[in-house]
């Protein structure tokens, strides 16, 4: 038997583990204020899930950000979203 091999997390993932560790909450409590359910907070976490559009917005509210504070920026981009190689 091989042992057990860890998945990359998604980028939604590692966004939300920072938000959410960013308000100081544990998943529990996330999934509590969100009215998510532990389970899908753990698939989304860990499972690399992608998450409902209705989910992403009560994971948002809850912890009262933007839905844009999910996506990641591109590398080339600039924080107003703005392609920097085309100025």
Not at 9 to 32: D, M, V
Not at 36 to 64: F, I, Y
Request: charged letters at 25%; hydrophobic letters at 35%; one cysteine or more.
């Amino acid at each position: 038997l091989s042992p057990l091999k860890r998945v990359p997390l998604s980028p939604f993932a590692e966004r939300l583990i920072a938000l959410r560790e960013a308000k100081g909450w544990t998943a529990y409590r996330l999934a509590q204020e969100s009215g998510v359910s532990k389970q899908t907070l753990h698939r989304l976490e860990k499972l690399n899930v992608v998450p409902s559009w209705p989910t992403v917005c009560q994971l948002a509210d809850a912890m009262g950000v933007a839905t844009d504070s999910f996506r990641l920026q591109e590398p080339d981009q600039e924080p107003d979203g703005a392609d920097s190689s085309r100025r």
